[in-house]
């Protein structure tokens, strides 16, 4: 699918580089974001003082409702700056009752700004557990008639069982610098071995999984700028044309036929390059210096 | 406990499972009527091939044998580690098995998942972790990553993640530990057909579709904080 241009950059904040909380005052309207279970009423994780570490009042993610464009909205953000915006207890259960919360209180969406490397070790049977009820109630919202938006663009990107999480998502709004994955690069290395994937190799690492591979490949609905604003004018009119339909056994055969065919299209490549190669872009070495807008005008010219 | 004789004791009436290249599909007859068995074994690691052969044996099961319940056999070291996987999106093929599976559940297939060697990760949230309730053989592994792994990580030493782990279910691998934590209902030291049938019989009575872990983490004292914080969001 491919959105309408939102209007001409204006480079506002970085979304790469705010905090979880500059990330959500920004996106709503102003002074509209109410925060449940703010950090002043809070306590911090009980596994991590067992381990000495220091916890966060938050846990690492930021829950609460507001509204945008002036429609109700309830939106999640995690902090990829406090343990890598990795999943806990507590923090997992933040985001599970503010899913539940939401098919109770029937917000017109759920944002979720997710920046995390999926299940945080130091608590990581609480954390897996956690991100499937994530998943379990992702899915219960979405059947619920509200639609779930992740925003991938901060700097853990979106790893792990977050990455799941994010699939399971009605759509995935990303930056350029945003990553979206299943295990991080520093995990294949350790396992296979540089040569399979150089995790210290920047570029590779973004033509593997970063925001612009996953729009050329329909993984994610819209590339935005990294920029809250742009954030912000997109899913305002993702959302004014937005038709939540409840799970059905003709579109995931749709999709089991998409995926399916594309392993076979793309078997053995390893790279974006030549996945973007094979998909008809005629110069693939140019795809990391293009802007936002050219990149956009040349996906609609390629027959995906 | 290797596949066939396991499979052999759980359904005496007789089953027709095969496994091909890693992915069990079969039919097995029980007390309440043919049930469906799908899964991995040797300890699979999970690739788009896999997550996608699991995925269209659900929409077929879903299409053709409405309501049929479902034995998810789990034995899975997580998912495939390697670039050319993670270049075409693993994670969003793990995402539509899940997808899959929740379908299933909501057209009325009860799903029963059974560890039977490892369950780890990404393969095991994709899949096992999405049956209405999950069951271990005593010897089954789950984990997220071992305590040697996680002490070079976390940069804990691995004496006190020893010596923690002996009172804290959060983070130390082990069925039991996730059973205290709600995510598994039991563990079978003797597996057996009555097991099965029983387990079956108390999903189908049960209200299926509902997530019941959090509360039976809290009961059975394994994670403390989960339901009171969902239900402090809701109370907010």
């Known amino acids: ?304 | 406990m290797t596949l066939f004789p396991l499979l052999d004791t759980l359904f005496p009436a007789g089953h027709d499972a095969s496994v091909t290249r890693q992915v069990i599909a079969g039919t097995a007859h029980t007390a309440i009527g043919p049930v469906a068995l799908l899964g991995t074994v040797d300890a699979a690691a999970i690739s788009h091939d896999i997550a996608l052969r699991l995925a269209s044996q659900v929409l077929d099961l879903v299409d053709q044998h409405p309501g049929r319940p479902l034995i998810f056999l789990v034995d899975t070291q997580g998912q495939a580690l390697a670039r050319a996987q993670e270049l075409l999106c693993l994670n969003g093929s793990l995402a539509h098995l899940a997808r899959c599976v929740d379908l299933a559940r909501r057209r009325g297939h009860v799903t029963l998942g059974l560890i039977t060697g490892e369950a780890v990760s990404g393969g095991f949230l994709s899949f096992g972790l999405m049956a209405d309730r999950v069951y271990a053989l005593q010897s089954a592994q789950v984990r997220v990553m071992d305590l040697k792994a996680m002490a070079r990580v976390t940069k804990i030493p691995h004496e006190r993640l020893v010596a923690l782990a002996a009172s804290s279910p959060t983070f130390a691998p082990g069925a039991e530990n996730y059973h205290r934590m709600g995510a598994i209902e039991a563990l079978w030291d003797t597996p057996s057909s009555e097991l099965l049938e029983q387990a079956l019989a108390q999903l189908r009575a049960s209200q299926p579709g509902g997530d019941n872990r959090l509360q039976q983490g809290r009961l059975r004292g394994g994670r403390q904080e989960a339901a009171a914080i969902v239900a402090a969001v809701l109370a907010a």
């Not at chain 1, 209007?7 to 705010?18: I, T």
């Not at chain 1, 005052?25 to 950090?39: I, K, M, V, W, Y």
């Not at chain 1, 997710?114 to 130091?122: I, P, T």
């Not at chain 1, 999709?255 to 790279?271: H, K, P, Y």
């Open chain 1, 1 to 304: 699918m491919n959105l309408p241009q939102p209007s001409p950059p204006s480079r506002g904040p970085s979304f790469y580089e705010a905090t979880a909380r500059q990330r959500v005052n920004r996106l709503l309207d102003a002074q509209s974001f109410a925060e449940f279970l703010p950090p002043q009423s809070a306590h911090s994780s009980p596994h991590l003082a067992l381990l000495d570490l220091p916890g966060a009042l938050d846990d690492g993610v930021v829950i609460g409702s507001g509204t945008l464009g002036g429609k109700p909205v309830q939106i999640i953000a995690q902090e990829g700056q406090f343990l890598g915006g990795a999943v806990g207890e507590m923090h997992g259960a933040k985001i599970v009752g503010l899913l539940q919360r939401a098919i109770r209180d029937k917000p017109l969406a759920v944002l979720f700004l997710v920046d995390s490397g999926g299940v945080r070790l130091h608590e990581a049977n609480a954390g897996l557990i956690a991100l499937s009820e994530i998943m379990r109630a992702v899915l219960d919202t979405r059947a619920a008639g509200i639609p779930v938006f992740a925003l991938i663009g901060g700097m853990c990107g979106a790893f792990g069982g977050m990455g799941i999480v994010s699939r399971l998502c009605s759509a995935i709004l990303m930056s350029e610098q945003g990553r979206l994955a299943l295990s991080g690069p520093e995990v294949i290395e350790t396992v296979a071995g540089v040569e399979e994937f150089d995790s210290r190799d920047r570029a590779l690492v973004w033509r593997v999984t970063g925001g612009k591979h996953r729009y050329l490949m329909g993984d994610c609905v819209a590339l935005v700028e990294d920029d809250v604003e742009d954030f912000r004018q997109t899913i305002i009119t993702l959302l004014a044309q937005w038709q939540e339909n409840p799970p059905e056994p003709h579109a995931l055969r749709a999709e089991q036929e998409r995926l399916t065919q594309r392993c076979q299209q793309f078997s053995g490549m390893r790279d974006g390059l030549e996945v973007w190669a094979a998909l008809g872009v005629p110069n693939p070495q140019q795809i990391p210096l293009l802007e936002r807008d050219a990149l956009v005008t040349l996906r609609q010219g390629l027959s995906l």
